[in-house]
T-cell receptor, first 111, second 116 residues
Framework: DAKTTQPNSMESNEEEPVHLPCNHSTISGTDYIHWYRQLPSQGPEYVIHGLTSNVNNRMASLAIAEDRKSSTLILHRATLRDAAVYYCILDRGSTLGRLYFGRGTQLTVWP | EADIYQTPRYLVIGTGKKITLECSQTMGHDKMYWYQQDPGMELHLIHYSYGVNSTEKGDLSSESTVSRIRTEHFPLTLESARPSHTSQYLC???????????????FGAGSRLTVL
């Protein structure tokens, strides 16, 4: 499985933007970039995904580098409820959900 | 509101007991998965299913077994639990043939198993 590299932890203050980076230098042309997050004592929750173009939804924005070897999840205004582990994952579509979850980035949000 | 349900949420049992972790989804998804996660560690895929009567082993070897007799139900069974089975077990599902071609997973809240 193609793997990604993320910082172990990041911190932010409440109501500030947060940029969570992810490197995926071995990405192939048909790999989707997914982001999930996991709150304490919960299962992971889907956040956003993209292929080539930047994507926006109600939760976050996904900025994808032109060479697709890196991406950034953007939380526009962090809240205390955004404190979670964020996973950046490559999805090969045809592998029918065999997504590899690394250790992710632990985001701490300070009031 | 959760569309995928796992029971029990927490289970503490003695060594040698047989246990079944239940997972049900109401979304009509064809694909279902079981992941195993230890505290602070990555998720490991242990079983998956493409549909009824289809089950496959995942990337991490597991002594557990699964069945898929109904689309909505994907139980996981341990015939004889051991302390090494202590972990969190997460069930997920996704839709076949999604419009975008990507696999978007919906997870349950997890079942935390402790074997004494």
């Amino acid at each position: 499985d193609a793997k990604t590299t993320q910082p172990n932890s990041m911190e932010s203050n409440e109501e500030e933007p947060v940029h969570l980076p992810c490197n995926h230098s071995t990405i192939s042309g048909t790999d989707y970039i997914h982001w999930y997050r996991q709150l304490p004592s919960q299962g992971p929750e889907y956040v956003i995904h993209g292929l080539t173009s930047n994507v926006n939804n109600r939760m976050a924005s996904l900025a994808i580098a032109e060479d697709r070897k890196s991406s950034t999840l953007i939380l526009h205004r962090a809240t205390l409820r955004d404190a979670a582990v964020y996973y950046c994952i490559l999805d090969r579509g045809s592998t029918l959900g065999r997504l590899y979850f690394g250790r992710g980035t632990q985001l701490t949000v300070w009031p | 509101e959760a569309d995928i349900y796992q029971t029990p949420r927490y289970l503490v049992i003695g060594t040698g007991k047989k246990i079944t972790l239940e997972c049900s989804q109401t979304m009509g998804h064809d694909k279902m998965y079981w992941y195993q996660q230890d505290p602070g560690m990555e998720l490991h895929l242990i079983h998956y299913s493409y549909g009824v009567n289809s089950t496959e082993k995942g990337d991490l070897s597991s002594e557990s077994t699964v069945s898929r007799i109904r689309t909505e139900h994907f139980p996981l069974t341990l015939e004889s639990a051991r302390p090494s089975h202590t972990s969190q077990y997460l069930c997920a599902s996704s839709e076949s043939g999604s419009f975008s071609g990507a696999n978007v997973l919906t997870f349950g809240a997890g079942s935390r198993l402790t074997v004494l």
